[in-house]
C-alpha cells in the first residue's frame, strides 16, 4: 500500500486489510512518501500496534510516486502480492483468499483480479463498475479493465516485469499500474473472478479522474502511449492504427465540450499529421459539428 498525503481516507484502507480472513499469513507493507498531512504518524501507530502484520517503509526524503511505488513493492516478502493504494479499500474480506485459491489451482496464472465499486467522492456516489473485463493482451491495449486494488499477482513475475520494462526510464508515463498489468497478459495468464471486492475512490484532482480537461486529456494520452509502446515491443502491429484512433478519438470527445474550436482543430491536425489514415475515420468531422452546435446552443442560451 502506497501512500502520500491520504490521512483523512488511510484507516479505511488499512482496516479493510487487516479485515482479510485468510487461511495464510497476511502482511501490510506500508510505503509512506514523507507525507506532510499526519498519514506518517498513522502508518507508525498501525505498524506499532500490529508488529507482526504491518511494516512500514519510508525514508528521510521524498522519493515520488513511481521510485515509492517500487521501494514498497521490492520490501514485500510474500509469494502473492496484492495492491492497495492508500486512499482505496477492500470491501470483501473473503478477497485474499478467492484470489489465492484461484492462483494456487493454475500454476501458469500469474494474476488475478476482480470487479470493483467506484466511490465519487466529490458527490458520495457509488456504483459497481459497469464494463466488460479482459484479460488478453489484444482488448487490454486499448481497454484496460484492470482496476489496481484488486489484483493480486506473483512477486516473482512483479519482479522480473521491471527487470524487463524498466518503467522507470519512461518519466512519460503518468502511471505504473497500466504497463505492469499489459506486460503480464503477455508473459502469463490472467484470472479474472466477477466478484466485487475492492472500492476505487474516484477523487476529483486525482492524475487519473482530474475535473481539468487538459489534464484529463493528458492522462489518456499517456495510456495511449503506453499502449503503443508494449504493441511494438510484445505485439505484431496490428493494434497500433486501433490505439492511436483511440488516443485520438478520446482526446475530440473531451475538447467537443471543452476548449475552443481552434484547440480542437489543432489537436485534430496534430493526429492526422501523425496517422493521416485518421482523416478518413468519421469521428473527427462529426465531433467537431458537434461541438459547432453545442457552442451556438450554449451561446443562445446565454443571449
Same mark, same amino acid.
Given at each position: 500500500?502506497?501512500?502520500?498525503?491520504?490521512?483523512?481516507?488511510?484507516?479505511?484502507?488499512?482496516?479493510?486489510?487487516?479485515?482479510?480472513?485468510?487461511?495464510?499469513?497476511? /502482511?501490510?507493507? $506500508? &510505503?509512506?512518501?514523507?507525507?506532510?498531512?499526519? %498519514?506518517? *504518524?498513522? =502508518? @507508525? +501507530?498501525?505498524?506499532?500496534? #500490529?508488529?507482526?502484520?504491518?511494516?512500514?517503509?519510508?525514508? /528521510?526524503?521524498? $522519493? &515520488?510516486?513511481?521510485?515509492?511505488?517500487?521501494? %514498497?513493492? *521490492?520490501? =514485500? @516478502? +510474500?509469494?502473492?502480492?496484492? #495492491?492497495?493504494?492508500?486512499?482505496?479499500?477492500?470491501?470483501?474480506?473473503?478477497? $485474499?483468499?478467492?484470489?489465492?485459491?484461484?492462483?494456487?489451482?493454475?500454476?501458469? =496464472?500469474?494474476?488475478?483480479?476482480?470487479?470493483?465499486?467506484?466511490?465519487?467522492?466529490?458527490?458520495?456516489?457509488?456504483?459497481?463498475?459497469?464494463?466488460?473485463?479482459?484479460?488478453?493482451?489484444?482488448?487490454?491495449? =486499448?481497454?484496460?479493465?484492470?482496476?489496481?486494488?484488486?489484483?493480486?499477482?506473483?512477486?516473482?513475475?512483479?519482479?522480473?516485469?521491471?527487470?524487463?520494462?524498466?518503467?522507470?526510464?519512461?518519466?512519460?508515463?503518468?502511471?505504473?499500474?497500466?504497463?505492469?498489468?499489459?506486460?503480464?497478459?503477455?508473459?502469463?495468464?490472467?484470472?479474472?473472478?466477477?466478484?466485487?471486492?475492492?472500492?476505487?475512490?474516484?477523487?476529483?484532482?486525482?492524475?487519473?479522474?482530474?475535473?481539468?480537461?487538459?489534464?484529463?486529456?493528458?492522462?489518456?494520452?499517456?495510456?495511449?502511449?503506453?499502449?503503443?509502446?508494449?504493441?511494438?515491443?510484445?505485439?505484431?502491429?496490428?493494434?497500433?492504427?486501433?490505439?492511436?484512433?483511440?488516443?485520438?478519438?478520446?482526446?475530440?470527445?473531451?475538447?467537443?465540450?471543452?476548449?475552443?474550436?481552434?484547440?480542437?482543430?489543432?489537436?485534430?491536425?496534430?493526429?492526422?499529421?501523425?496517422?493521416?489514415?485518421?482523416?478518413?475515420?468519421?469521428?473527427?468531422?462529426?465531433?467537431?459539428?458537434?461541438?459547432?452546435?453545442?457552442?451556438?446552443?450554449?451561446?443562445?442560451?446565454?443571449?
Amino acid at each position: 500500500m502506497t501512500t502520500y498525503n491520504h490521512a483523512p481516507y488511510l484507516r479505511q484502507a488499512i482496516e479493510s486489510v487487516l479485515a482479510q480472513q485468510t487461511p495464510f499469513g497476511v /502482511e501490510l507493507v $506500508l &510505503g509512506d512518501d514523507c507525507s506532510t498531512d499526519g %498519514t506518517t *504518524e498513522i =502508518c @507508525r +501507530g498501525y505498524a506499532a500496534r #500490529y508488529p507482526d502484520r504491518v511494516r512500514l517503509v519510508t525514508g /528521510e526524503h521524498n $522519493l &515520488g510516486w513511481r521510485a515509492n511505488y517500487r521501494r %514498497t513493492f *521490492e520490501a =514485500c @516478502r +510474500g509469494k502473492y502480492v496484492a #495492491y492497495c493504494d492508500g486512499d482505496d479499500w477492500w470491501s470483501d474480506p473473503q478477497k $485474499l483468499r478467492r484470489q489465492v485459491e484461484a492462483m494456487e489451482a493454475d500454476p501458469a =496464472c500469474g494474476m488475478c483480479y476482480t470487479r470493483a465499486y467506484n466511490y465519487y467522492q466529490g458527490t458520495d456516489r457509488t456504483e459497481p463498475d459497469h464494463e466488460e473485463h479482459y484479460t488478453d493482451f489484444d482488448r487490454l491495449l =486499448c481497454s484496460l479493465t484492470i482496476c489496481n486494488c484488486t489484483t493480486l499477482a506473483r512477486r516473482e513475475l512483479i519482479a522480473r516485469y521491471y527487470g524487463e520494462v524498466h518503467p522507470e526510464a519512461h518519466s512519460e508515463w503518468l502511471t505504473d499500474d497500466a504497463p505492469m498489468w499489459l506486460w503480464f497478459s503477455v508473459c502469463s495468464r490472467i484470472s479474472y473472478l466477477p466478484v466485487l471486492t475492492a472500492v476505487h475512490r474516484r477523487l476529483p484532482q486525482s492524475v487519473s479522474h482530474s475535473t481539468q480537461w487538459h489534464k484529463r486529456i493528458a492522462f489518456c494520452d499517456s495510456l495511449m502511449d503506453i499502449s503503443l509502446w508494449f504493441e511494438a515491443h510484445y505485439g505484431t502491429g496490428h493494434n497500433r492504427m486501433r490505439i492511436l484512433r483511440k488516443r485520438s478519438s478520446v482526446a475530440l470527445w473531451v475538447l467537443s465540450y471543452n476548449g475552443t474550436v481552434r484547440e480542437y482543430l489543432a489537436r485534430w491536425r496534430h493526429d492526422i499529421t501523425a496517422a493521416p489514415r485518421l482523416l478518413f475515420y468519421p469521428e473527427g468531422a462529426g465531433l467537431l459539428v458537434k461541438k459547432i452546435l453545442f457552442r451556438q446552443k450554449r451561446q443562445r442560451m446565454k443571449n
